[in-house]
């Protein structure tokens, strides 16, 4: 039967009561694991240790998700080494049949897809909105990178000379180390290592400590599927250490990374030193966050732009490497923009993200609590004004306000640095150019947008905006798999293009043969 053109996954309309009460069973559902133990797994093997990993619910800090293993330098190594063994076998597989457990994921997850977002709603503080759509686009990542392997694997273009036979194949790289963020828990872990396997290449995969929940579920997603033992392993533990011993492994032959600045970098440092007894250089997949703006010019529907600004300052509290953390903003139109942005902004409900009524639920943990509110200060004290938010939210969780700063300097602290919370940097600008030149001024280029009507002006920005992805007269954040592929410049990483027809080659290298004929 012909493979259907690829399609992307519908968003769950939670207006229908039936969605309504499948999303509530899968709450309750999830909620009756708590506290519930999971294994460190290598090579089929479950292990446990003594020291223990605790994941909690960010609305409730007090309420334990689950309980996972604290890895040391002796697991790292073993994983790596037990993967480097399966990879002699796993990298001759047929590249259908490596497919065909990515297709069979989909499909018991697209059934399963409310059970994903519950545990995501508890482990990290996604509103129902924002797990469906991370679920949503694991769904497609599963579905595409399947797709995109069957053409890897196929026949490759090349030019015929009559003298031989030309061909060229697309071979793994080897064992790779996948360390996904905690803000897109589901998506971007699956994407990175699910486009790791069905390659060819065997996976040591280390969920962030603040979602280990999540990673496992894909990983146990995997086994239910079939994948055999040893093509991916779940190892959970400090990144500072296990992560370290990983990376730096001579067997590891490439590292998938979705996280900081700060991280990234030294993840970059750490594998490109060469260890005694490794026969290459490390690849390095990186997507390291950003300080994405969203100019405002006056030739636009200011109640549009506004709008779509507070989309996408504040999904998921802001905790988006896409999301707008400025707004940049012609002075003609500067004051009614504020007004319109606060009218939204102030009506927000914030509470605990298991109730559909709340649009905003909690930041991911103390640490993150405490350093928002540290910039929203810093904010203030370089001269900002506020006019929303501030403040934390009353309740359990690390709940805060959606915050407004207006009247911001364009070099200011919470101009340049990325925050990741609900923040919103409001920034005036003489005319569209000028604004154009503050969005461009950051060490970042991940995402951008630009509200206008004005062609002209449509046409200079898509030439002199330095972001990997940009958007016209619509929100910043969302990007789809297969639609926007999606990754940055500059210190944003290294344009990976995640989704995009490019991404596999990534976790490939190509081998010509020519055969003479004649």
């Known amino acids: 039967m012909p493979l259907k053109p690829f399609k992307n996954e519908p968003l769950t309309d939670f207006s229908k009561p039936a969605n309504r009460k499948a999303m509530e069973a899968a709450l309750q559902k999830v909620r009756s694991w708590f506290n519930k133990e999971y294994p460190i797994v290598i090579g089929g093997e479950e292990i446990r240790t003594n020291d223990k990993l605790k994941s909690y619910n960010p609305s409730n800090p007090g309420e334990i998700v689950g309980v996972f293993q604290k890895a040391d330098v002796n697991l790292a190594n073993k994983a790596v080494e037990t993967a ?111 486009a790791a396997v069905v390659t060819g290449n065997t996976v040591v995969l280390k969920p962030s400590s603040d979602s280990p929940l999540t990673g496992w579920m894909l990983f146990d997603l995997m086994r239910e599927v079939g994948l055999p033992a040893g093509v ?38 750490l594998a490109a030193k060469v260890q005694p007894g490794q026969r290459w250089l490390k690849r390095v997949v990186a997507e390291m966050g950003g300080k994405d703006s969203i100019v405002i010019d ?68 103390k640490g993150s609590e405490e350093k928002t509110l540290s910039y929203i200060n810093k904010g203030l004290q370089e001269g900002g004004r506020l006019v929303s938010g501030g403040r934390k939210e009353s309740g359990n969780g690390y709940f805060i306000r959606p915050t407004v700063i207006v009247d911001v300097d364009p070099k200011s602290t919470i101009s340049q640095e990325e925050i990741f919370g609900p923040v919103l940097a409001i920034i005036k600008a003489k005319n569209f150019d000028h604004a154009l030149e503050i969005a461009n001024d950051t060490e970042f280029g991940l995402t951008g947008g630009v509200w206008t009507k004005n062609r002209k002006k449509i046409e200079k920005a898509k ?24 990754g940055g410049f500059n210190m944003s990483g290294t344009d990976s293009k995640a989704g995009g027809r490019d991404y596999l080659l990534l976790f490939l290298q190509a081998k010509s043969i020519a055969e003479k004929v004649r």
């Open 463 to 486: 030439r002199h905006f330095h972001v990997g992805n940009f958007y016209i007269n619509r929100k910043i954040t969302g990007a789809m798999v297969g639609v926007h592929p999606f």
């Open 232 to 269: 991916l392993n779940f190892v959970t533990g400090p990144g500072g250490t296990v992560g370290d011993t990983m990376v730096a492994h001579p067997k590891t032959r490439f590292v998938a990374f979705t996280g900081s600045k700060e991280v990234g970098i030294h993840i970059n440092e």
């Open 84 to 194: 480097a063994t399966k990879f002699v076998t796993w990298q001759y597989v047929d590249p259908k049949k490596r497919a065909d457990y990515l297709f069979k994921a989909a499909k018991i997850m697209r059934k399963r897809k409310h059970e994903f977002s519950a545990v995501m709603v508890y482990e990290v503080g996604k509103t129902w909105p924002e797990a469906d759509a991370d679920t949503a686009e694991a769904i497609d990542f599963l579905d595409f990178y399947a797709r995109e392997m069957l053409r890897y694997g196929g026949k490759q273009p090349v030019t015929k000379i009559p003298t031989e036979k030309n061909e060229l194949v697309y071979l793994p790289l080897g064992v790779g180390v996948v360390v996904p963020p905690w803000n897109f828990p589901l998506a971007i872990l699956a994407g990175m290592a699910t």
């Open 298 to 365: 006056n030739q636009t529907d200011i109640a549009a732009a506004a709008q779509a600004t507070v989309v996408s300052a504040f999904g998921f509290q802001g905790q988006k490497c896409s999301a707008a953390s400025r707004a940049i903003v012609v002075e003609s139109v500067y004051d009614k923009f504020v007004d319109l942005v606060k009218e939204k902004v102030d009506k927000m409900k914030v509470g605990d993200a298991s109730d559909p009524k709340n649009y905003m639920g909690p930041v991911v943990n």
